[in-house]
């Protein structure tokens, strides 16, 4: 958006399916700072991934709309940008925090303040505290908070001499419950103070002497016979409610229908072992074995790589298998795509799947990579448990489940033996098919496990 003076304004883009809002993490640039085009200017974390967001502009910035761990939705202003050959004018409203500043009122601006300091400081900080490239593990979104809060003593608020406390929500629910931050110690990168440090340390000393928030993880009496025992309120925001809605739809809409059997993997195991014998230098997983099987099945039974266009009252049958993989997260469950993974070979699944499953534990993944998916493979075995009816992921039309395998007495060739058993179990959208296809497609999958000849002859 251009005005009449020739300053742009970078509105907030659409950073994903389903997104309107993103939190401001760390502002990459300051007001004054000369940008070119397709510069990172902003860190941000949405309900979905940590994004490093681009400026489409050049030129000079005048105007930073919103602090860290503020909350801004999309298509509202992000940063404006002046020409470079345009005087340099004092932004609207600077005037105004530099009287807050002078009466102590700590509300600063991002980019205001004397020489921009704080800002800088805080760059140069989260540069020294993180010195892996990776990104600290995100936590759920919080309430909207526009100042950073005033360091006793004028120190830097981002370490104050103890662990480093870089997220403004964070220091905000410390000092809300009475926590020096600074004396936790850190589970983020480098020792950095994460928000679920201060809830722990919350956790671990009771009910705190702060006036608390509605945002916070809040203790309410309970109103029950044993009066000394409090209830633990924990709000559902950020990926949480993502979470919450998405699964809520789906049970709303699709009727799901879960067939479940038992299946010898012996035969599976021992097929993994030869593969990786021979091939040590790119070693092939279960859950990589168990894609390409899937992957066998849905094009004999593509009725099952769908979704339903309730809108249109049509089903919509997808030309590539958009390979989901639920994997859990310190923010919750999400599932990352595999795209067109019916191209790649056993060997670059498994490659692929190791990569994914790794960025998305380390939040590091984009938004486009954790949508558009038409088949989900939940490997809930690593929990420990042998089946379950798993919520389809919506708007897909189904995903398969894969259980613990174990040793079980088993019946070989009359013979009772002791064989490695799985159960797997599928869950489908019935208005894209009947129990035919679903149950043709599940028993072609457990004969691939049980036989894996018959994966290779149909690959």
């Known amino acids: 958006m251009t005005t009449v003076d020739g300053t742009r304004v970078f509105l907030l883009p659409d950073l994903g399916e389903g997104l309107t809002e993103a939190e401001i993490v760390q502002w990459r640039v300051a007001v004054g700072d000369e940008v070119t085009v397709d510069q990172i200017v902003v860190e941000v974390e949405t309900a979905k991934a940590v994004v490093d967001v681009p400026c489409p502009y050049a030129g000079r910035v005048v105007a930073l709309h919103g602090a860290a761990g503020e909350v801004r939705p999309v298509g509202q202003p992000l940063v404006t940008v002046a020409p470079l050959d345009a005087a340099p004018t004092e932004p609207a409203g600077h005037a105004t925090y530099r009287e807050e500043e002078r009466a102590g009122s700590g509300n600063v601006l991002i980019g205001y303040g004397t020489g921009h300091g704080p800002g800088r400081r805080r760059r140069r900080s989260r540069l020294t505290v993180a010195p892996e490239p990776t990104r600290p593990a995100p936590v759920p979104a919080a309430a909207p908070v526009a100042t950073a809060p005033a ?6 608020p981002v370490t104050r001499g103890g662990s480093p406390v870089i997220s403004p929500i964070v220091r905000r629910l410390a000092r809300e419950h009475g926590i020096d931050a600074t004396a936790l110690r850190g589970t983020g990168p480098g020792g950095v103070v994460r928000r679920a440090d201060v809830e722990a340390a919350l956790a671990a000393t009771g009910p705190a002497a702060g006036t608390g928030s509605p945002t916070t993880v809040t203790a309410v009496p309970d109103p029950g016979p044993a009066s000394g025992v409090e209830d633990l309120v924990i709000p559902l925001t950020g990926v949480r409610k993502v979470i919450a809605d998405k699964l809520s739809r789906s049970r709303r809409e699709i009727p799901e229908v879960t067939i479940w059997v038992d299946v010898d993997a012996t035969g599976l195991l021992a097929t993994r072992a030869a593969i990786n014998a021979a091939g040590p230098d790119q ?24 979704r339903v266009d309730g809108d249109a009252q049509r089903i919509v049958q997808s030309a590539g298998v958009h390979l989901g993989i639920a994997a859990q997260t310190d923010r919750g469950l999400i599932v990352p795509v595999l795209r067109d993974a019916q191209r790649l070979t056993t060997a670059e699944l498994a490659a692929a799947l190791a990569e994914t499953t790794a960025a998305a534990r380390a939040g590091a993944l984009p938004p486009a990579r954790l949508t558009g ?4 493979l939940n490997n809930y075995g690593v929990f420990g448990v042998d089946g379950s009816t798993p919520i389809i992921n919506h708007p897909e039309a189904a995903l398969l489940g894969i259980g613990r395998i174990v040793d079980k007495p088993w019946v070989v060739d009359g013979q009772l033996a002791v064989r490695k058993v799985t159960q797997l179990s599928l869950t489908f959208d019935h208005r894209v098919c009947d129990g035919g296809v679903a149950g043709g497609f599940l028993r ?12 290779i002859a149909n690959v």
Do not use: K, W, Y
């Not at 360091?151 to 830097?156: A, R, Y």
């Not at 070693?283 to 769908?306: K, W, Y």
């Not at 072609?444 to 994966?455: G, I, M, N, R, T």
């Open 151 to 156: 360091v006793p003593g004028g120190g830097d």
């Open 444 to 455: 072609h999958v457990a004969d691939c496990v049980e036989q894996p000849a018959l994966l």
């Open 283 to 306: 070693p092939v997983s279960i859950l990589a074995l168990m894609a390409r099987i899937c992957l066998s099945g849905l094009r004999r039974f593509p009725q099952l790589n769908a």
């Open 373 to 376: 998916g038409t088949f989900t």
